[in-house]
């Protein structure tokens, strides 16, 4: 089986910086794509940062020069570190890979998600 565990959210006041992290577990053969989306509630999950198959990044507009996404593949643990944060930052913040688990025969390719961070930035 394979899990992703995220963890480092909570409560921070506006222009405070939080870090989250994220580290799949399990028989995984290779991963493609992992990142972050986040849920506010009442819309729909956006992507918020995505390290490509190529290992290029990929950001949401409204975090572009705010939040790092950067990621550790020995460990196979991904890092979101999010600075200036605003009010409408809160959400709950889910960890995504895209992956091959060598728990099936033939190895299977599918997506996983964590069970979600809420990060709350208070005015």
């Known amino acids: 089986q394979v899990q992703l565990v995220e963890s480092g959210g909570g409560l921070v006041q506006a222009g405070g910086s939080l870090t989250l992290s994220c580290a799949a577990s399990?028989?995984?053969?290779?991963?493609?794509?992992m990142g972050w989306y986040r849920q506010a509630p009442g819309n729909q999950r956006e992507l918020v940062a995505v390290?490509?198959?190529?290992?290029?990044?990929n950001y949401a507009d409204s975090v572009k020069g705010r939040f790092t996404i950067s990621r550790d593949n020995a460990k196979n643990t991904v890092y979101l570190r999010m600075n200036s944060l605003k009010p409408e930052d809160t959400a709950v913040y889910y960890c995504?890979?895209?992956?091959?688990?060598?728990?099936?025969?033939?190895?299977?390719?599918?997506?996983?998600w964590g069970q979600g961070t809420q990060v709350t930035v208070s005015s």
């Open positions: 390290f490509s198959s190529g290992g290029s990044t």
């Open positions: 995504n890979a895209d992956l091959i688990s060598g728990a099936h025969f033939p190895p299977r390719q599918d997506l996983y």
């Open positions: 399990g028989s995984i053969l290779s991963i493609n794509v």
